[in-house]
Every structure is written in structure tokens, then in C-alpha cells.
């Protein structure tokens, strides 16, 4: 935790909560709807079921699109790689903590609960950093590109 805490405190704000505080606070609303709307889908009657017919390349591959999309639109407009991180998430939490694609069947409830929370941040953490380079990336090379 100490070199976490080490390596974020040589890093400049702006990177890691965003340059418009507005847009940072707009982010994080955002990421708390996203779990909550993702976890009130999972638990409606049916969808997790249908979900594992489909698991593999649909949902899966099409949230991973949709969540680099949404990360890497934040950091275009304001950078923040923890609002980045934090949108992802938010909605990875919903879905595990339902048990979706997950598979989880261990009868010790702390073990559940570790994953539930354990994948959320290995993928918020990979999701997250890779749409939010994405994002600065395509807002750096649209204005070199005006420049020019």
C-alpha cells in the first residue's frame, strides 16, 4: 500500500482525477449509476441465465468494447485515470456481485467474496488504463493534427 501511495504522490493531479473538476464529478456519478444499473440488470428474472448462452464473445466482448469506449471518451475529455478506472468498475462490480460469468460456486462466502471484488479491479485496472491511453492518445494526436 506505502509504494502505491509513493508512486500516485509523484503523479500530477490532472492525470489522476482529470483537468475540469465538474467533468471528474460528472465521472464518478456516472460510475456509481453504471454499478448501480449494472447490478439491478443481473438480478432481473432470466438475464443470467440467457447471459450464459451467450458469455463467451457477446456480452463479454461486447462489454469489454463498450467499457474501453466509455474510458477512453472520458479521458478524451478530461483525463482522470481513476474516474477511467472507476467507470469500468463500477459496472464489472454489478455484474460479479451477481454472480454473472463468473462461475462461482464455493460454499465459503469470504472466497465469493474476494473474487467478486478481486476481478472487478484486475479488469477495471487493465479495461480502464488501456481505453484511458486510448483516450489521451486520440485527443493528443487530434491536436497535433489541428496544429499542423
Known amino acids: 500500500m506505502l509504494l ?5 504522490s509523484r503523479v500530477p493531479p490532472r492525470l489522476l482525477y482529470g ?3 465538474a467533468a471528474t464529478k460528472g465521472g464518478l456519478v456516472l460510475a456509481g449509476l453504471l454499478f448501480v444499473l449494472s447490478y439491478l440488470f443481473w438480478r432481473l428474472p432470466g438475464v443470467s441465465e ?8 457477446d456480452v463479454i466482448g461486447g462489454g469489454i468494447v463498450v467499457l474501453l469506449l466509455l ?3 472520458h ?3 478530461n483525463d482522470g485515470l481513476i474516474v477511467s478506472w472507476l467507470l469500468v468498475f463500477g459496472s464489472l462490480l454489478g455484474a460479479t456481485l ?4 463468473v462461475g462461482l460456486t464455493s460454499s465459503d462466502p469470504l472466497a ?3 473474487l467478486s471484488v478481486g476481478l472487478p479491479l484486475g479488469g477495471a485496472v487493465i ?6 491511453l486510448v483516450g489521451v492518445g486520440l485527443r493528443v494526436l487530434i491536436r497535433a493534427a489541428a496544429v499542423d
Open 4 to 8: 502505491i501511495c509513493t508512486l500516485f
Open 19 to 21: 483537468r475540469n473538476g
Open 75 to 77: 479521458a478524451y475529455l
Open 98 to 101: 451477481n454472480r454473472v460469468g
Open 50 to 57: 440467457a447471459a450464459y448462452d451467450l458469455l463467451p464473445v
Open 71 to 73: 474510458a477512453a471518451a
Open 127 to 132: 479495461i480502464g488504463t488501456s481505453g484511458h
Open 112 to 114: 465469493v467474496l474476494a
